[in-house]
């Protein structure tokens, strides 16, 4: 199986998760991680293979382009948005990210998105290394 045909299987699935945990807040079912968790874990990570372009590798957006350029830039941008959404919940808890402030939130977006981002580097530099580097679309 290609990369990018892994990449495509972990975005469906890490989406598939992210629904699941959504579907069971609404439904204001107590599921433990899946209600508490889940949802940070999978959605800062699908958000990362998507900025990334890693499932679609020849599709290139705008958003790729600004945000997903490097694998350090993908991941540390989604990693601080999705810190800077919980930390509001501080001063802001019935602000626009409604809820209360859980450090472990922040723990699940750096569990989610830092796999991505070392195998996804650690696959870009074996491609410079190769000469087979995929260069983003313009």
Same mark, same amino acid.
Request: hydrophobic share 50%; net charge positive.
């Given at each position: 199986?290609?990369?990018?045909?892994?990449?495509?299987?972990?975005?469906?699935?890490? @989406?598939?998760?992210? @629904?699941?945990?959504?579907?069971?807040? #609404?439904?204001?079912?107590?599921?433990? +991680? &899946?209600?508490?968790? @889940?949802?940070?874990?999978?959605?800062?990570?699908? $958000?990362? /293979?998507? /900025?990334?372009? $890693?499932?679609?590798?020849?599709?290139?957006?705008? #958003?790729?382009? @600004?945000?997903?350029?490097?694998?350090? =830039?993908?991941?540390?941008?989604?990693?601080?948005?999705?810190?800077?959404?919980?930390?509001?919940?501080? +001063?802001?808890?019935?602000?626009?990210? =409604?809820?209360? +402030?859980?450090?472990?939130? #922040?723990?699940?977006? &750096? &569990?989610? #998105?830092?796999?991505?981002?070392?195998?996804? =580097?650690?696959?870009?530099?074996?491609? &410079?290394?190769?000469?087979?580097?995929?260069?983003?679309?313009?």
């Amino acid at each position: 199986m290609a990369p990018t045909r892994y990449w495509q299987a972990a975005s469906w699935v890490l @989406l598939a998760g992210f @629904l699941l945990a959504a579907a069971l807040n #609404i439904t204001a079912t107590a599921a433990g +991680f &899946a209600t508490n968790h @889940l949802a940070d874990v999978t959605g800062p990570a699908w $958000l990362y /293979i998507a /900025i990334r372009g $890693l499932a679609e590798p020849h599709r290139g957006t705008r #958003i790729q382009r @600004l945000f997903g350029r490097t694998p350090q =830039r993908a991941a540390l941008l989604l990693f601080l948005a999705s810190s800077a959404t919980e930390v509001t919940q501080l +001063f802001w808890p019935s602000g626009l990210f =409604r809820g209360r +402030f859980d450090p472990w939130d #922040i723990v699940a977006f &750096a &569990a989610g #998105i830092l796999p991505l981002f070392l195998l996804d =580097r650690r696959q870009a530099t074996a491609r &410079a290394a190769t000469g087979t580097a995929v260069t983003p679309p313009q």
